[in-house]
């Protein structure tokens, strides 16, 4: 018994392989409906976006006549809170109202993104929006009110500009070859996945291995529908003799 399962559970992979070559147009045809929806919904239906940086420089001089190995200890360090500090509900709040935005604090919080570039006390603010202009202007203010806060919060003595948000000219997303080459890769794999998983479930009886296989015996011969055939024929012979 243990035997015969085995045998049922095999899988034909030859089989497999041509079942899926007899249905790669149909996969094909599913992955290119995938990339054309995801290159035209990209591109009609999600609003562009654009993002302006601007990055303040953080030194916390605790001589002023000398830099100290412990000054750029303490500024890295400093650098690591300032990110959080720059996307405290204060900071939000502050440059929602200079800025005169209509958005929450959780909404702006979402469209601003916060980075130190490597081995450097530089800290990068970037604003994302899908009018450029309002990008500039807030990711400005937002600079602004930074530098103020981690003056005022946590008594560092430099915090300098370095540069100002750009106007954005180029939008940064969505990314609409990305999001094609995703679509169609999906709807591929899935589409093969459905094939092949029809394909396993499939235990339709077709052919005299089948049986063999099912019965766990050797198939001898095949025994032709004789009747069909001597029907077939006395049919032709009935239209014969009617013409």
């Known amino acids: 018994m243990d035997e015969k399962r085995k045998d049922e559970m095999e899988l034909d992979w030859g089989e497999l392989g ?13 992955t290119l409906v995938c990339a054309f929806a995801a290159f035209f919904g990209t591109k009609w239906l999600i609003p562009l976006r654009y993002t302006s940086t601007a990055s303040i420089y953080i030194m916390n001089r605790q001589n002023n006549n000398q830099l100290s190995a412990s000054d750029l200890s303490s500024a890295d360090m400093l650098t690591k809170d300032c990110q959080k500090l720059a996307v405290s509900r204060g900071v939000l709040e502050e440059t929602i109202h200079r800025a005169k935005l209509s958005v929450s604090a959780e909404e702006l919080k979402k469209q601003i993104a916060v980075s130190v570039q490597n081995d450097t006390r530089v800290l990068d603010l970037s604003v994302t929006d899908e009018n450029p202009g309002r990008a500039k202007e807030t990711v400005d203010v937002l600079t602004d009110v930074t530098r103020e806060k981690i003056q ?11 540069d100002y948000g750009q106007f954005p000219l180029a939008p940064s997303g969505p990314n609409i070859l990305m999001n094609t080459v995703l679509a169609g890769v999906l709807g591929f794999f899935v589409s093969a996945a459905a094939v092949v998983i029809r394909f396993v479930m499939d235990d339709t009886i077709k052919t005299s291995d089948d049986i063999a296989g099912y019965l766990n015996t050797v198939a001898i011969g095949i025994i032709p529908n004789v009747g069909d055939e001597k029907n077939g024929r006395s049919l032709k012979n009935g239209a014969k003799k009617r013409r």
């Open 18 to 30: 041509g079942t899926l070559l007899s249905r790669m147009i149909l996969i094909l045809a599913v």
């Open 152 to 162: 005022e919060v946590m008594g560092v003595e430099e915090v300098n500009v370095i």
